[in-house]
C-alpha cells in the first residue's frame, strides 16, 4: 500500500484521541485503524440501501371508519377533480 500524507478537517479532537488510544490498544498504526473503520462504515451503508422490491410485499390495511373514499381525494388533490 502507498504511504501518502491525508489531512482531514473537522475531526473532533475527543473522538480522535479515543479512536488513537483504542487503535494503539489493538497494536494498529492509526491510518490501518480508520482504514478499516472506514471499510466497515462503506459496508454498513451498503446494507442500509432500500430495495424497491419491499414495496410490493406492503398489504393493504384499514385505515377505520370515514376513510372509504380517502384514495378518491387524494388522486382529487393530487390530479384535479373530473368534470
Do not use: C, Q
Not at 475527543?14 to 488510544?21: G, T
Not at 494503539?24 to 466497515?40: N, P
Not at 459496508?43 to 419491499?54: A, D, F, L, Q
Amino acid at each position: 500500500m502507498k504511504k501518502e500524507l491525508h489531512a482531514i478537517r473537522g475531526i473532533d479532537e475527543d473522538i480522535y484521541r479515543k479512536f488513537r488510544e483504542k487503535a494503539i490498544e489493538e497494536r494498529l498504526k492509526v491510518g490501518k485503524a480508520l482504514t478499516l473503520a472506514m471499510k466497515e462504515w462503506i459496508k454498513k451503508r451498503k446494507k442500509e440501501t432500500i430495495n424497491p422490491r419491499n414495496l410490493l410485499k406492503i398489504k393493504p390495511f384499514d385505515w377505520g371508519k370515514g376513510t372509504e373514499k380517502t384514495s378518491k381525494e387524494i388522486d382529487e388533490i393530487l390530479y384535479g377533480s373530473k368534470k
